[in-house]
């Protein structure tokens, strides 16, 4: 009997016919021996539990308090990271152990899935920033918000105003199923295929907190979009829906598994498999616990979705997932077209309602608790109660009436908040880098801010000819929480050694993209061998770039 035909039996051991030698700490095939020391503390205790004990313990007795082994694993699972300490520069990050670097201030991510936010919810953000993260606020590539400057003393009151308006950090980081990307425009575009609110819902709902997913070998990553720009970059995620016409079966999901990018980068792989919208949940459930039980934990850095599905492929990986999860096949189904459209939902759009939506540009995400304060005040003087976050770090403004439009435009320029940004800033992205981030070797967000107004101010009067925004990410190590293998000019930060000396710096990748205009279908970046640029040099390498581009050129490239 073949492990495809198999019941599966949780942590017995069985064996395939491509057993390694070695074994991968996969639970349905070797028993669920923890083989390293993440998976012997989220054996012992599950990271969910954590939170009991930050409420009725850490939160009295202060950082001192915290148990190593939920300080640096199980708070993560309720959006906590300790940040880095300030002052420590990026060469020492490689020598220093992790407790030398970092502070007894966290991160906390706040899970916003599908981005949807009400004008309430984002006050009550844009307050705990205020009050408790020194005015601190990042608008993340994923659709979260992310605060610095925590204190774990005041996070069960910060706990306590986010679930009051039906927000939470839960699974924010950790080895389970994160934030669920969702199309910004779900239930108002024009142009929807389908509302994926319902879905994203239901599994939120369903699945987010769920011990019996809690405990997955990395994390994991879902997406998922009704929209034909195909607005939530689902080829880098590990399960990904894609709104698709079946000429049969109608409206319905193309199933995408196995993306993640980091330092192995792959892109996903349609299963091709038709999913109507009521069985999503199920088929999600399916994937994520195919994931749970075979997934790899033995090596952390081979434990992603994406090394599983290279090994076993996707007509094995289809196989096990209609026979032993769903009980049943799913129909073959089309793929979904190319978008024309760009999927970042900047400027003014009409709803489907006849009202308007506005797509607003911060500077590399960055905003502040003062200013998502103001933002959900200015949107109410306009008459919307929604706001978006998106998977460009880009806020929606929804629901504006048409004679309210210019007044809004209006009054997000005077926050910072730009709904005709150059292309420049709209194609810029920027992860967290050395400023808070353990883990970084180079500053990130300063560095492309400035490039960006550089950019701007040599290249500007070429916009018309540029005609879309060119991306241009940056990441402040060779992790890629910014993408930088998917777009026109990706930098990773490392040291550099310009004129005999090591600088902080960054390995320049270029050519990437997703599906989209003038893309026929994904593609990762080429790393361009000893082609590095300093910290302080990305204007100049964007520009040089940029020129070079738009002289040689083919018709209609
Ligand atoms: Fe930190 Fe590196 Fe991720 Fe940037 S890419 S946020 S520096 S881990």
Known sequence: MTVEQQAPVRGARTRTSRAPSKPHGQWAVDGNEPLNANEEFKLADGGLNVRERIEQVYAKGGFASIDPTDLHGRFRWWGLYTQRKPGIDGGRTAQLEPHELEDEYFMLRVRIDGGQLTTEQLRVIGGISTEFARDSADLTDRQNVQLHWVQVEDVPEIWRRLEAVGLSTTEACGDVPRVILGSPVAGIAADEIIDPTPQIREIADRFIGDPTLANLPRKYKTAITGHPSQDVVHEINDCAFVAVEHPELGIGYDIWVGGALAAVPRLGERLGAFVVPERVGEVWHGVTQIFRDYGYRRLRNKARLKFLLADWGVEKFREVLENEYLGSPLP??????????????????????????????????????????????????????????????????????????????????????????????????????????????????????????????????????????????????????????????????????????????????????????????????????????????????????????????????
């Open 332 to 557: 073959d189904g089309p793929a979904a077209p190319t978008p024309t459209t760009i999927g970042d939902h900047v400027g003014i759009h009409r709803q489907k309602d006849g009202r308007f939506y506005v797509g607003a540009a911060p500077l590399v995400g960055r905003v502040s608790g003062t200013t998502l304060t103001a933002l959900a005040d200015l949107a109410e003087v306009h008459g919307s109660r929604r706001i978006r976050t998106t998977p460009h770090q880009k806020l929606l403004v929804l629901d504006v009436p048409e004679d309210e439009v210019d007044g809004l435009v209006a009054g997000l320029d005077a926050i910072g908040l730009s709904s005709r940004p150059s292309l420049f800033r709209r194609g810029t992205i920027a992860c967290t880098g050395i400023e808070y981030c353990k883990l970084a070797i180079v500053e990130t967000k300063v560095n492309a801010a400035q490039a960006i107004e550089q950019l701007e101010e040599r290249l500007g009067a070429l916009e018309p000819e540029i005609g879309r925004p060119i991306t241009l990410h940056v990441n402040g190590c060779p992790n890629s929480c910014a993408r930088i293998q998917v777009a026109d000019i990706g930098l990773k930060g490392q040291l550099v050694t310009i004129d005999g000396e090591q600088v902080p710096g960054y390995q320049v990748h270029l050519g990437g993209g997703l599906a989209g205009v003038g893309r026929d279908e994904a593609g990762l970046g080429r790393t361009v061998r000893g082609l590095k640029v300093p910290a302080d040099g990305i204007a100049d390498y964007a520009e040089r770039v940029i020129r070079r581009y738009l002289a040689d050129r083919a018709d209609g490239e």
